[in-house]
């Protein structure tokens, strides 16, 4: 009874962790259009990710763990911090840059998407019937958005923002298969160095004369995006994978292109139009079945 007890705990905690990531992944978009609006891009990861990754290593230390990981694991970890914080945080904000908050997060969240795909193509997972059913969705979606947002006028914005969904389903089907058994906040610290430390001649190279004019405002999301975007995001997305399934954490994040939209909307004075609602209810449909292969014990 009182493993029980502990083990609903701990399934409690992680629930807590995944809400709040859903929370700060859904706020982040239009948080980051205002600060790219002053700080490049490269630059803005730079300052966030590089202080995240040493925060992460200090809440290890002081938890008298060691910074080491097994030789084995290196592999899996060089992979997943290049697709998961270098190509995906340079993509997802120089599309982001290009576009809006939320039709950048609808496009990104395609995530879960490419991950079955990616999965069915080395031959982890079947490309099934759902598989299919969840791409077509998901094209349908994007073919949508695309027409909303004018898509001769943002071609590169939707390359880019699609680019870093394809870049983050590669990463997580890494984190599903690699055999991953480190702590998380550890892996976490890890990702943000490997992933930013490789950012920072180019951005030395191309951003030191395109700043603007960064207030407060803009260092206050700075500061929020060291503790909460780059901290804490990575440490809750990697921990709660291993314990729960990628399913269950993919149907989860479906909430967050629908909160970024509504968030642009509400706050950013943002127009909805037609083809963006249909293009939320397209793609977060083809995030569901991805998710959770409905189709499948019916055929096989």
């Given at each position: 009874m009182?493993?029980?007890?502990?083990?609903?705990?701990?399934n409690l905690l992680t629930v807590i962790l995944l809400i709040f990531l859903i929370i700060v992944w859904s706020s982040v978009w239009s948080l980051f259009k205002i600060a790219l609006q002053e700080i490049p891009p490269l630059s803005f990861r730079v300052m966030t990710g590089v202080p995240a990754g040493i925060l992460l290593f200090v809440f290890v230390l002081n938890k008298k763990k060691s910074l080491s990981i097994p030789r084995e694991n290196?592999?899996?970890?060089?992979?997943?911090s290049f697709f998961n914080v270098t190509l995906w945080q340079v993509l997802m904000l120089y599309g982001l840059s290009l576009l809006g908050g939320g039709r950048a997060a609808v496009l990104a969240y395609t995530m879960p998407v490419w991950a079955t795909i990616s999965a069915g193509l080395i031959g982890y997972e079947k490309i099934n019937?759902?598989?299919?059913?969840?791409?077509?969705?998901?094209?349908?979606?994007?073919?949508?958005?695309?027409?909303?947002?004018?898509?001769?006028?943002?071609?590169?914005?939707?390359?880019?923002?699609?680019?870093?969904?394809?870049?983050?389903?590669?990463?997580?089907?890494?984190?599903?298969?690699?055999?991953?058994?480190?702590?998380?906040?550890?892996?976490?610290?890890?990702?943000?160095?490997?992933?930013?430390?490789?950012l920072i001649p180019f951005a030395l190279y191309f951003d030191l004369n395109n700043f603007g004019n960064p207030n407060y405002i803009h260092y206050l999301i700075i500061f929020y995006a060291i503790f909460f975007s780059s901290a804490y995001t990575y440490w809750a997305?990697?921990?709660?994978?291993?314990?729960?399934?990628?399913?269950?954490?993919?149907?989860?994040v479906m909430m967050v292109p629908v909160l970024a939209i509504l968030i642009d909307y509400l706050f950013m004075g943002v127009f909805l139009t037609n083809f963006d609602v249909i293009a939320v209810i397209f793609i977060v449909s083809s995030i569901f079945i991805a998710a959770t292969k409905p189709f499948n014990k019916k055929l096989d």
């Open positions: 009182i493993k029980n007890k502990i083990k609903n705990n701990k290196w592999k899996s970890l060089l992979l997943i019937f759902s598989v299919t059913l969840a791409l077509i969705f998901g094209m349908i979606g994007i073919f949508s958005l695309s027409i909303g947002i004018g898509v001769l006028d943002n071609i590169l914005g939707l390359f880019l923002t699609l680019s870093a969904g394809l870049s983050w389903g590669i990463g997580t089907m890494i984190v599903k298969y690699g055999g991953f058994k480190s702590d998380g906040m550890l892996v976490a610290g890890w990702q943000q160095l490997i992933g930013v430390l490789p997305y990697f921990t709660v994978l291993q314990k729960f399934s990628v399913n269950i954490t993919s149907i989860s």
